[in-house]
């Protein structure tokens, strides 16, 4: 199971931690990905952590203004959003991927949590 939290509404310019806890499946051999999906679009691959923990990728979208990270004591992997935009307005979700490769496919990936709403305020 995976749990995404750490959600709000927050004016535009600040910044946010969600975070993804991952509990029964193999959290520390998964890769970790984070989709958003806004009113009417499809849902975007944002970031990903790769299964080692030492390789990073962001959408080009997002890139200098999210980081993903990762506690293994903890089995979550955060997301913190700075600089926010309206734009960036989205249900976030996280979910495992046996492998980053293409992490920007949703169909790599085959646990998905329940979603957080992020809301950014202009």
């Known amino acids: 199971q995976l749990q995404a939290s750490g959600g709000g509404l927050v004016q535009a310019g600040g910044s946010l931690r969600l975070a993804c806890t991952v509990s029964g499946v193999t959290a520390d051999q998964s890769a970790i990905g984070w989709f958003r999906q806004a009113p009417g679009k499809e849902r975007e691959g944002v970031s990903c952590?790769?299964?080692?923990?030492?390789?990073?990728y962001y959408s080009a979208s997002v890139k200098g203004r999210f980081a993903i990270s990762s506690d293994n004591a903890k089995n979550t992997v955060y997301l913190h959003m700075n600089n926010l935009k309206p734009e960036d307005t989205a249900v976030y979700y996280c979910?495992?991927?046996?492998?980053?490769?293409?992490?920007?496919?949703?169909?790599?990936?085959?646990?998905w949590g329940q979603g957080t709403q992020v809301t950014v305020s202009s």
């Open positions: 952590i790769s299964n080692t923990r030492h390789h990073t």
């Open positions: 979910a495992t991927a046996p492998f980053d490769a293409t992490w920007f496919l949703r169909n790599k990936y085959d646990y």
